[in-house]
């Protein structure tokens, strides 16, 4: 498993435990330190030109983090510093104690050094380049001033006003001995260390190089990115490309080109007063003056996490530096903190039908970045699957029958993985044909539901879920045959050829109620309905196809009141007719019958001569008929 998939689930454990800090957590990955060795910013070279940041407060941080009063207390109502958190299994969450209000502190991480100013201590290996791409760490005995004996680090993201997306990093260093004019670095990997390289550099990481000034009241903060290519003026090269710092390196190495951070991107001071330990919300300790140094940057205004963009550093390098050294010199005491920083979240977007696994495409409008790996299917046949470069995707359960609401495909999914922190939003087009938009429901993160449309605001390490919901329109035909008399007597055995949209046939036979009922019809559209059999002793009143256009109301044949389409045949009763002489006398009279209707047409069998003469006629329709009997004498 990814070391960064790992965090993210734990940042998301961690969300949820905020309300309850006993609340039972798994053990996740703590902070280690590893051995290697670590290039490291102190000063810059001689003639670069860096920016002082003066304390100014806090920097807009969700939390309102106070990084620029060198202590661990609240200065102000509604902040929080260091003395607002409280540890679980190592990893500090927020507390709802009297000192601080509640809120949500993700991925606060302590590291304490139990080797501290011994030669154990894990430091830089000596005799090695600043631009090294897997530096080796040795152990060894710093200067007190130089050595960390705690480490504290805090990130978060905003997802309200200003600040949408802006990712915050804030650190607290303590050392073993007081150091005003105190100098280190914060280096950021995109790898996590492995025990083969601890600090594994690639191109685009980033060194914080920090420096506190006139006893620690002022602070200048420098920014370097490690590149892998050697090209042209440093006015017109990329991120990864450019020349060395150093002048007589080549790439890979810490680039030329140097940010300076102002003082409302970053901000920090060294604790100028006595620290007492009830204070001390990181070691518990009393700490003179001078032994505790604290941070904070806005990372996206400083380019380090660029607005819009999801970017990851897995693991952060804590490297102090002696006062006043320059680039070249070796940094000391090292801490290797694997804590994932990050602005990603991951947003998921679900198409269910009721019933499930209905074979429909559905189409989608959203603000989500271009993803063609996300799933989901092809919206036009030739298409492709995924997020396309306007946000544009499409969704289908086919297959999905009979699943779950938690049970869902790579077909009826799309899932946004690296998606920077930020507000988002996904809406459901115009409802396909045959279905009817039900309801949307997300978990995770903050969001809002408005019908069809979504609304995320994404923090850091969010996993959000939405699923939308459409019913199937399914379509019902009642069919009703009874007796063209008044009491319009229901008729069962009545024959009927019903045919589909497509042209699909098939014959249905009226029930004891007279009734032939189509419901759960999936195909709408205009149905033909013909009577092609009256029940026994009927005849059919109306021979012609009846045509009904049968809609999507999902009725039920079951319904008291039924809502779908219907249509009434109606046949009318036939009587058989029988007129019939017989001569008394053998060989005696002779009969003439003669039967019409009121048109004066002949009916049955008629006419009939003979000493035993019978008209028969049947199924005749009510009206009038005249039989006309003639005896010949």
Known sequence: ???????????????????????????????????????????????????????????GSPTKFESDDGNMTLQATGNIDWNCLSTIEGIKISSNGSKCGS????????????????????????????????PVLTEGKSPGKDTFTNIASYNETAVVESKLGHTFLFGGTIRFTANGNASENVELNQEAGTSTCSIPRTA????????????????EFSVLTWITKVTGPESTVGENEGKCLVGNDTPPCWGAKVKTLSESTAEGKTNQAEIVAEDNGINNKALVAGKFAEFGIDLTAAGIIPEGSCKSFP???????????????????????????????????VKQTSPRGVDKVFGFESSLPSDSEAGGVACTEGGSAGIDENGHFCLNDAGNAGKGATENSKGNTVTSSEVAAGEYTVTEEAVASGFEFDHATCKGGTTTVDKNKVTVKLSAGDEVTCVFVNNELLGALKITKVSSKAAATPLEGAKFLVKDPKGGKKTYTTNKEGVVCLDKL??????????????????????????????????????????????????????????????????????????????????????????????SAKELAPGTYTCEVVVDP
């Not at 490297?319 to 990603?344: A, L, M, T």
Request: hydrophobic share 35%; net charge neutral.
């Open 204 to 219: 685009g990481d980033k060194l914080i190089a920090i420096n506190y000034l006139n006893g620690g009241t002022k602070v």
């Open 522 to 615: 999936s195909l709408l559209g205009k149905y033909t309905v013909t009577e092609t059999e009256a029940p026994s002793g009927y005849s059919i009143d109306n021979k012609e196809a009846q045509a009904v256009e049968v809609t999507g109301t999902n009725a039920k044949c079951t319904d008291e009141e039924f809502g779908g389409q219907s249509l009434e045949f109606k046949d009318t009763p036939l009587t058989e007719l029988s007129v019939n002489v017989k001569s008394e006398a053998i060989g005696g009279t002779k009969s003439t019958i003669t039967c019409t209707d009121s048109g004066s047409k002949a009916i049955g069998n008629s006419p009939q001569k003979g000493e035993s003469a019978k008209v």
């Open 1 to 59: 498993m990814r070391f960064s998939t790992y965090w993210r689930r734990v940042q998301a454990i961690l969300t949820r435990a905020v309300a309850d800090v006993g609340a039972l957590l798994g053990k996740p990955r703590t902070p280690t330190r590893r051995r290697g060795i670590v290039a490291a910013a102190a000063g810059i070279a001689a003639g670069m030109a860096v920016l002082v940041a003066t304390a100014v407060g806090v920097l």
């Open 103 to 134: 809120f949500d502190a993700k991925a606060y991480v302590s590291i304490a050094d139990p080797n501290a100013y011994t030669t154990k201590d894990i430091s830089w290996k000596p005799g090695q380049k600043q631009d090294t791409s897997c």
């Open 315 to 349: 693991q952060t390098v804590w490297e102090s530096r002696s006062s006043g050294s320059s680039f070249v010199s070796n940094p000391e005491d090292i801490e290797v903190e694997q804590h994932e920083i990050s602005n990603c979240g991951t947003i998921k977007v």
